[in-house]
């Protein structure tokens, strides 16, 4: 074989073996993207999940925060905020109080919040100024009375309304665990349906 043959046999040959690896490759390739895909999606849904959960948890501290303060300068809780607003309509601002001093209370010295949160959870719909969290206290007795007297005690409401019912059950779990006694029937923090109430008074 003379030189010319010889690389052009050795020319030829890697062309050819290249060609059967970059097909391999390729095949390779997209046979780990497929496994990797099966590992890492759920996890990153798992992720973002646990970031919105996380981001629940905060908002829930600095309204609670907020409450303590606005009770530390006026000597009240804020009044439920369905005091000003009513289902369905336009201009609904949830947790007013905390912003401004809609209700006339002397010694208000707030804002006691930068802004009211979003629930990261809460899916908007035409028509719906809701942002999945509202300010609860003097409302109807129920869900939120929670140490039996008889009287609704101030908390923060959250709706999972869009979600499922083992979504949500798997939400408040982790806040519950987190936040307050790891059952989501009792204690400050509780599962009603699809809302959630964390009582700011403990
Ligand atoms: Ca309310
Ligand atoms: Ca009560
Ligand atoms: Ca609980």
Redesign the pocket.
């Known amino acids: 074989m003379g030189r010319d043959e010889l690389s052009r046999f050795f020319f030829y040959s890697e062309v050819n073996v290249r060609r059967g690896f970059t097909l391999i490759e390729l095949i390779v390739v997209i046979a780990i993207i497929a496994v990797l895909g099966a590992i890492i999606a759920p996890n990153a849904f798992k992720a973002i999940e646990k970031a919105k959960i996380a981001k629940i948890e905060e908002d829930l501290k600095a309204i609670k925060t907020g409450a303590l303060a606005y009770y530390a300068d006026t000597g009240i809780f804020p009044v439920?905020?369905?005091t000003y607003v009513h289902s369905g309509t336009a201009g609904r601002r949830?947790g007013i109080d905390f912003l401004e001093n809609k209700a006339g209370v002397a010694a208000w010295d707030g804002p006691y919040l930068e802004g009211w949160p979003r629930n990261p959870f809460w899916v908007t719909t035409a028509g719906d100024y809701e942002e999945g969290y509202?300010?609860?206290?003097d409302?109807p007795t129920g869900a939120m009375d929670f140490n039996g007297d008889g009287l609704p005690d101030p908390c923060v409401?959250m709706g999972f309304v869009s979600l499922s019912d083992a979504s949500i059950q798997y939400i408040c779990r982790i806040i519950d665990s987190h936040m307050d006694d790891g059952n989501v029937l009792t204690g400050n923090f509780r599962l009603s349906g699809r809302w959630a109430d964390y009582r700011v008074v403990q």
């Open positions: 439920d905020d369905d949830r509202q300010w609860e206290g409302g409401e």
